[in-house]
């Protein structure tokens, strides 16, 4: 279920252009109500999500976390750096990302009960246990990835892991993160996407849309939300695809890395320094 915070069950194929798809809990066209569906669901499954999460994904979305600090790490240790962490969750990748950050990292979500748990499991940190040296913890806020409070070109960095697919819009939410990002900003989207090995990717396949949910389902007592995650991973765009709509949205030095042959994917991005750069 990674990821901040939707059910209908009806699945859209990716047949359409990514400024017309979102979350399957809704339309692109209908955001609050998206947004209201996807609250209430991660709302529910909030006390046991993280256990779930590393249970479900035998530990790996730990280390895909920590590939992604790796990625941001230049950036994140400049003096001053603003990070944010859209679709945050509990702040697993927030506080990963502060514990090599040398400026200030912000995590925002708009499900309350995921923020609650994510400002209990960082004030545990001791600003010594956080960092390499010593740094802020981070800080949490509600707010929705396609409205953000912050000003046009204020960020260095703007991550999510396992939350923008949960978006009503994909395009709105990216041109939004974009808007954020200062020039030369990073993009950083960790997502689950596809695996194309003849052998394997059927086998994940299996685990992941007939097993999965029932793990899930009977661990947490609540059967729709792991229904959604291999819904929603199903309806969303695969690495070609994501990387295609981010460059749409104006974003330059466009890479992804696959892990597990393709099960998720961490995309990288920049925004263009000036609008002759790409």
Known sequence: MTGGACFSTKLLRWNAEP????????SPNDPANTGR??????????PRYDFLNHLLSAGFDIAWRKTTVMELRDVLRRPGSLALDVCCGTGDLAIALARVSAGRVIGSDFCRPMLQR????SAQLSDAKLSETPRAL???MEADT???????????VVS?????????????GLEEMHRVLKPGGVLAILEFSRIRWPVVGPLFRFYFRRLLPRIGSWISG???????????VARFPDQEELAKAMRAAGFSDVRYRNFFFGAAALHLARKRSSPGRS
């Open 19 to 26: 400024a017309d798809m979102g979350s399957p809990l809704g």
């Open 37 to 46: 569906a996807v609250r209430d669901m991660f709302a529910a499954v909030a």
């Open 222 to 232: 609540t059967s729709g939300p792991y229904q959604y995650l291999p819904d929603s």
């Open 160 to 172: 999510s892991a396992f939350g923008f697919r949960n978006l009503a819009s994909y395009a709105r």
């Open 118 to 121: 994510a400002k209990v499991k």
């Open 146 to 156: 396609l409205a953000l409070p912050f000003p046009a070109g204020s960020l260095d």
């Open 138 to 140: 981070p800080c949490f």
